[in-house]
């Protein structure tokens, strides 16, 4: 029989409510609770289980005592406290009890109900000034815009940025950084290979920002001189070799991009190079006069059989206090798609260094299902990238024109998104480099004659697949299925089969990634997941017709796709009239778009937690130790400058909460003051003294607590003294929020009772030092 339980689970949305249903909110396991019963010197420990439960028997806390628990921070760099709604790390309970919460959250994994999705659109030809190359749409949207609601926003122009990958939000600047991206037939922005441009949505404004490729090498010096040379056409209806990008693809510039929450320092991946890249941009934003080398550090990617192949890396993503990168061996000097695999390896942001050991190791051997079906039938399986057009398989899609017009596909494996759901599983997309090499009815790059007899349009074959995580370990999916949940193409011969049954078709757990039944392999590159949203939102061409690129939205845990979304689209170019002139504004299937970046809010940040009268003067927060109610507390500038007031609560909790007319600066020291406010000051100087109640404080000590948790059951009250501001003398705590969303609860005020307050004069509050 339980004394003494509860459960401690990740808060994704802060409500302070354990989600069960689609946007699930699991339990944490392993946490250790400490239970610090009155009268017993030695405190209880016990584990959350699997669900985040934990339970203290009957026999262990006897009926009626007062507990403390503790809750032992998780050692994750950015994983911090629980918020109001559900307690801080110290909670207070009597026996009997089973409703204790404890929510924890990380501020990346929060995003409002209704996000803006920001997606780069591809534009074949020198860039055009008419050219939407950056767009928003809401999370929401469905179905092929036919009303300017439904329109996706422009927020910037080819002229601008020109084709661009990775992307990364800044929340507390509400601004998106993006990265250039070699794509050929796509024109590089006025940066060129090493451009980094700044969008303000709100404007719907994209600027330059900086040139990396001053300070990193992105390409050899061979590479950079041909590239230099590519010329693309200024009409969309005129055709462009660009044989220049067609081998370069995937192998220099740069790969996605991610911020960590403290956002002050940028991670992106340098393809030619093979490293993950910190760029210390700062927080806020430093302009770009202010970019130095100083501000680039490289850190090498592990390498894995590099006797069979290249390895390409492209994904970086955060997660829970590490960052994900993903990597392909690309089999380019065996040529055997046997030795095609993909690994995700952990980078510690505590040390700044990879675990040697992948998270995961990927075989890309299964049958994915075709790119496109036709005779022949092209793209059953991935296969060693290849810079040999020869080796490019081909079908026709109209012969009829002049010039005819034909698919091609090879499916060239990219690891180019990672991304995690509320259980901890890791959802993986492979791009397909096809999609990046070919454009939409474009000649082949071995082409010499101004006028030619076949123009072709790439058909990508990316894929998605799922890992379920289970006892800490990664599990890829097989037949559909992942750890407990199965998919919507189970068995439907298109994914991972079970070694052991070799028979077996084999499935994938998100089975609704094709287009009619015409191209079972659709996806193009970029996935999202945040366990605050419950969807998978995916990039991926033709979603509702042909010729056109948009989302696709999954249920994380089910596979079934519920909604798509057409972000282009170029109807004209399914003509078959012998007199069209195949415009080619659009990319059509060959990956016409980039990575899908949320511009999530950031959450509230909390300050606060509980004052108490400390009846032994230790400075600890005993269980016996009754609260104090009515105490002012305010916050205050490091100036003396008054921002906010409150009081204690009959638990004596206090919580400051930004929003709704509270504003506090990132990297800014402010005080929090205790029994000092606009119009209630409790604090008498002369005495040193609080007076709440017609009673009489004294301060108790301070940073005095015990175990493991210590400056969670202290008290951190404190004279200031030596500033030279109006705050000399007072009772404070200190505080600084470095990270947007950060909740700070172990802001706690030890009092112990000095008596009466008789004298009248005694009593009352020392006016002369109000603080304006």
């Known amino acids: 029989m339980a004394q003494v339980s509860g459960t401690v689970f990740r808060d994704y949305n802060r409500d302070g409510q354990q989600a069960t249903g689609s946007a699930k909110e699991p339990g944490v396991p392993g946490m250790v609770v400490l239970a610090y019963v009155d009268g017993v010197s030695q405190p209880l420990s016990t584990n959350t289980d699997g669900d985040g439960n934990f339970i203290f028997a009957a026999s262990t806390i006897a009926y009626g005592k007062k507990v403390r628990?503790?809750?032992?921070?998780?050692?994750?760099?950015?994983?911090?406290?629980?918020?109001?709604?559900?307690?801080?790390?110290?909670?207070?309970?009597?026996?009997?009890?089973?409703t204790v919460l404890y929510g924890v959250s990380d501020p990346a994994d929060y995003c409002q109900a209704v996000p803006q999705l920001a997606l780069p659109i591809y534009y074949q030809g020198s860039v055009q000034p008419t050219s939407n190359a950056l767009v928003t749409f809401a999370a929401t949207s469905s179905g092929q815009p036919t009303l300017s609601a439904e329109q996706p926003k422009p927020i910037g122009k080819g002229t601008d940025i020109g084709a661009v990958w990775g992307s990364a939000w800044q929340r507390q600047s509400s601004q998106l950084i993006s990265f250039s991206l070699l794509k050929r037939h796509a024109a590089l922005g006025p940066l060129g290979l090493g451009g980094v441009y700044l969008t303000n949505p709100s404007t719907a404004t994209s600027t330059a920002y900086f040139d990396a490729g001053q300070y990193l090498t992105l390409a050899s010096p061979a590479d950079l001189s041909i590239l230099s040379g590519r010329t693309l056409p200024q009409s969309?209806?005129?055709?462009?070799?660009?044989?220049?990008?067609?081998?370069?693809?995937?192998?220099?510039?740069?790969?996605?991009?991610?911020?960590?929450?403290?956002?002050?320092?940028?991670?992106?991946?340098?393809?030619?190079?093979?490293?993950?890249?910190?760029?210390?941009?700062?927080?806020?934003?430093?302009?770009?006069?202010?970019?130095?080398?100083?501000?680039?550090?490289?850190?090498?990617?592990?390498?894995?059989?590099?006797?069979?192949?290249?390895?390409?890396?492209?994904?970086?993503?955060?997660?829970?206090?590490?960052?994900?990168?993903?990597?392909?061996?690309?089999?380019?000097?065996?040529?055997?798609?046997?030795?095609?695999?993909?690994?995700?390896?952990?980078?510690?942001?505590?040390?700044?260094?990879?675990?040697?050991?992948?998270?995961?190791?990927?075989?890309?051997?299964?049958?994915?299902?075709?790119?496109?079906?036709?005779?022949?039938?092209?793209?059953?399986?991935?296969?060693?990238?290849?810079?040999?057009?020869?080796?490019?398989?081909?079908?026709?899609?109209?012969?009829?024109?002049?010039p005819a017009l034909h698919r091609v596909a090879r499916p060239q494996p990219m690891l180019s998104s990672i991304s995690f759901d509320a259980e901890g599983a890791m959802i993986l997309g492979f791009m397909d480099r096809t999609g990046h090499q070919t454009g939409r009815n474009q000649p082949a790059p071995t082409e010499t004659a101004p006028t030619p007899l076949t123009v072709y349009s790439g058909y990508p074959g990316g894929?998605?697949?799922?890992?379920?995580?289970?006892?800490?370990?990664?599990?890829?999916?097989?037949?559909?299925?992942?750890?407990?949940?199965?998919?919507?193409?189970?068995?439907?011969?298109?994914?991972?089969?079970?070694?052991?049954?070799?028979?077996?078709?084999?499935?994938?757990?998100?089975?609704?990634?094709?287009?009619?039944?015409?191209?079972?392999?659709?996806?193009?590159?970029?996935?999202?997941?945040?366990?605050?949203?419950?969807?998978?939102?995916?990039?991926?061409?033709?979603?509702?017709?042909?010729?056109?690129?948009?989302?696709?939205?999954?249920?994380?845990?089910?596979?079934?796709?519920?909604?798509?979304?057409?972000?282009?689209?170029?109807?004209?170019?399914?003509?078959?009239?012998?007199?069209?002139?195949?415009?080619?504004?659009?990319?059509?299937?060959?990956?016409?778009?980039?990575?899908?970046?949320?511009?999530?809010?950031?959450?509230?940040?909390?300050?606060?937690?509980?004052?108490?009268?400390d009846a032994n003067g230790n400075g600890v927060q005993d269980p016996s130790e009754a609260?104090?109610?009515?105490?002012?507390?305010?916050?205050?500038?490091?100036?003396?400058?008054?921002?906010?007031?409150?009081?204690?609560?009959?638990?004596?909790?206090?919580?400051?909460?930004?929003?709704n007319g509270l504003s506090l600066a990132l990297n800014t020291p402010y005080y929090i003051v205790a029994g000092y406010g606009q119009a209630n000051l409790q604090f008498q100087l002369a005495r040193k003294s609080l007076v709440v109640g017609a009673r009489m404080y004294g301060l108790t000590g301070w940073n005095l607590g015990v175990g493991p948790n210590a400056t969670a059951n202290d008290s951190d009250a404190f004279l200031l003294s030596g500033t030279n501001t109006p705050l000399d003398g007072l009772a404070v705590m200190p505080f600084v929020l470095t990270v947007p969303g950060q909740i700070i609860n172990t802001l706690d005020i030890g009092a112990q009772d000095t008596g009466p307050c008789w004298e009248s004069t005694a009593c009352l509050p020392i006016s002369s030092r109000r603080i304006k």
Not at 71 to 89: H, N, Q, R, W
Not at 332 to 339: G, I, W
Not at 642 to 655: F, I
Request: glycine share 10%.
């Open 627 to 659: 609260p104090l109610p009515g105490l002012a507390v305010a916050i205050y500038t490091a100036g003396g400058q008054w921002v906010a007031s409150t009081t204690t609560d009959q638990n004596g909790l206090y919580r400051f909460k930004t929003g």
């Open 463 to 613: 894929d998605l697949l799922r890992a379920a995580l289970v006892n800490d370990t990664y599990y890829l999916e097989m037949d559909g299925s992942a750890g407990a949940n199965t998919g919507s193409g189970s068995m439907n011969g298109q994914g991972p089969g079970d070694p052991a049954f070799p028979a077996d078709m084999g499935g994938e757990f998100y089975g609704n990634d094709n287009y009619s039944t015409q191209n079972e392999e659709t996806f193009t590159g970029s996935l999202m997941s945040n366990a605050s949203l419950g969807d998978l939102y995916v990039t991926l061409y033709n979603p509702l017709a042909t010729w056109s690129g948009g989302t696709a939205v999954f249920d994380l845990y089910t596979g079934q796709g519920t909604r798509r979304y057409e972000v282009y689209s170029d109807p004209t170019s399914t003509t078959d009239s012998p007199q069209y002139t195949h415009p080619r504004s659009t990319f059509g299937t060959a990956n016409g778009t980039g990575q899908l970046t949320p511009l999530c809010d950031a959450p509230s940040s909390e300050i606060g937690n509980r004052a108490w009268t």
């Open 236 to 402: 969309y209806s005129t055709t462009s070799v660009d044989a220049a990008a067609f081998s370069r693809v995937g192998k220099v510039g740069f790969g996605g991009a991610t911020f960590t929450p403290r956002e002050d320092r940028l991670w992106v991946i340098n393809a030619y190079e093979k490293t993950l890249v910190s760029i210390a941009v700062g927080s806020p934003l430093k302009s770009a006069a202010l970019i130095t080398p100083a501000l680039f550090t490289s850190y090498p990617i592990p390498q894995t059989n590099t006797d069979k192949g290249e390895n390409r890396p492209w994904a970086v993503t955060y997660h829970q206090g590490k960052l994900y990168v993903g990597i392909v061996n690309d089999a380019s000097k065996s040529h055997l798609r046997a030795d095609l695999q993909a690994c995700v390896y952990a980078f510690d942001l505590t040390t700044n260094s990879f675990d040697p050991t992948p998270v995961i190791t990927v075989p890309l051997t299964y049958r994915k299902g075709w790119a496109t079906v036709g005779t022949p039938s092209l793209g059953e399986y991935w296969e060693p990238w290849s810079d040999n057009w020869a080796d490019f398989a081909t079908n026709s899609l109209n012969v009829n024109t002049t």
């Open 69 to 98: 628990l503790e809750f032992t921070p998780e050692t994750t760099l950015f994983v911090y406290d629980a918020s109001a709604t559900t307690g801080s790390s110290v909670q207070f309970v009597q026996a009997p009890t089973s």
